[in-house]
């Protein structure tokens, strides 16, 4: 009978034992964690920093057009004859006069891509269009919303540090802060709304 009870008692204290959780331990499986979003959220932006552009024209290197759909920069070598997905074309290839174009308006410039969609593009617009001193503290893809952008055909030079306005064929708005120009490349970082 001690036998018996002896082991009721030692199977008693390993079960209370072993379903005792320390106090500190927060890898509790009944206890509810935060969901974490599956998506973007909607009031997002999508952010493409220190991108570069050629200028000169001829480099291999540095790129020329750029997808906000896919996040891709494309160089001179493989530029894709299909242009569905490409929003921004650097055109500008004289120092005095760049600006990016839409891939349905570069044929003049030396590209042409099958199934182009129109972007409109305002490549020096105004400070009350859009203010420059704003883009570092932009984060929400509703502040965009209501930028009227019209393609303006105008260019800016090397000694620019403004921005740039656009809006895709799908309807998405973007900035770009040109943070750096030169006889060889532009430098910029884009938001646009997801």
């Known amino acids: 009978m001690k036998k018996l009870v002896l082991g ?6 390993m079960l209370t034992a072993c379903s005792k959780k320390d106090k500190n331990d927060s890898n509790d499986d009944n206890v509810p964690k935060p969901e974490q979003p599956a998506v973007t959220p909607k009031d997002s932006l999508t952010i493409y920093k220190d991108l570069e552009f ?4 001829t480099s291999s290197t540095v790129g020329v057009a750029f997808s906000t759909k896919d996040g891709k920069m494309y160089y001179r070598a493989n530029l894709p004859k299909d242009g569905k997905n490409i929003d921004l074309v650097f055109a500008g290839v004289d120092p005095g006069n760049l600006f990016f174009s839409s891939a349905t308006a570069t044929a003049s ?12 593009i305002m490549n ?3 400070v ?4 420059p001193a ?12 209501n930028l009227a952008v019209k393609e303006d055909n105008s260019f800016f030079s090397t ?11 799908a309807g998405k708005t973007g900035v770009m802060k040109v943070s750096a120009a030169d006889g060889q ?3 910029v970082t884009i938001k646009v709304q997801p």
């Open 134 to 145: 704003k883009f570092d503290t932009l984060s929400h893809g509703s502040a965009l919303s």
């Open 185 to 187: 490349r532009v430098k």
């Open 109 to 120: 410039h030396g590209f042409t891509f099958d199934n182009a969609t129109i972007t409109e």
């Open 159 to 169: 000694t620019y540090r403004g921005v740039v306005l656009f809006k895709n064929a």
């Open 8 to 13: 009721a008692v030692i199977l008693t204290a």
């Open 124 to 126: 020096s617009p105004s």
């Open 54 to 57: 050629d200028v000169t024209g």
């Open 128 to 131: 009350q269009a859009f203010d």
